[in-house]
């Protein structure tokens, strides 16, 4: 079992950054790849950056490549989601997710993922 804590959520203006902080315990965090996911009201949960168990693999939805970082400190047990540029529709609440690692690989849909954090608000004015 792995417990998720995500931090770091808040209100910005747009143009501004946050940088999302999720927390491991329970396991050996570097057995797990990682990932954030956002959901905004009315909408499905949506993927926007993964990483493999040693940072080295990430991926990034199209809409945040470039301006959105995820990266991971195996000794600190915590991702990271260091975000720029942001837009109001940047709005939504952002959760960390975490699953055994296979390889490098990383996953992208909400069900490759079997833990969960409770989920950070992260709200962009215009």
């Known amino acids: 079992q792995v417990q998720l804590v995500e931090s770091g959520g808040g209100l910005v203006q747009a143009g501004g950054s946050l940088r999302l902080s999720c927390a491991a315990s329970?396991?050996?965090?570097?057995?797990?790849?990682m990932a954030w996911f956002r959901q905004a009201p009315g909408k499905e949960r949506e993927f926007v950056a993964a990483?493999?168990?040693?940072?080295?693999?990430?991926y990034y939805a199209d809409s945040m490549r470039g301006r959105f970082t995820i990266s991971r400190d195996n000794a600190q047990n915590t991702v990271y989601l260091q975000m720029n540029s942001l837009k109001p529709e940047d709005t939504a609440v952002y959760y960390c997710?975490?699953?055994?690692?296979?390889?490098?690989?990383?996953?992208?849909?909400?069900?490759?993922?079997?833990?969960w954090g409770q989920g950070a608000q992260v709200t962009v004015s215009s």
């Open positions: 329970g396991r050996t965090f570097s057995n797990y790849a």
């Open positions: 990483t493999g168990w040693s940072g080295g693999n990430t």
């Open positions: 997710a975490a699953r055994i690692a296979h390889y490098s690989f990383v996953y992208r849909t909400p069900n490759d993922y079997d833990y």
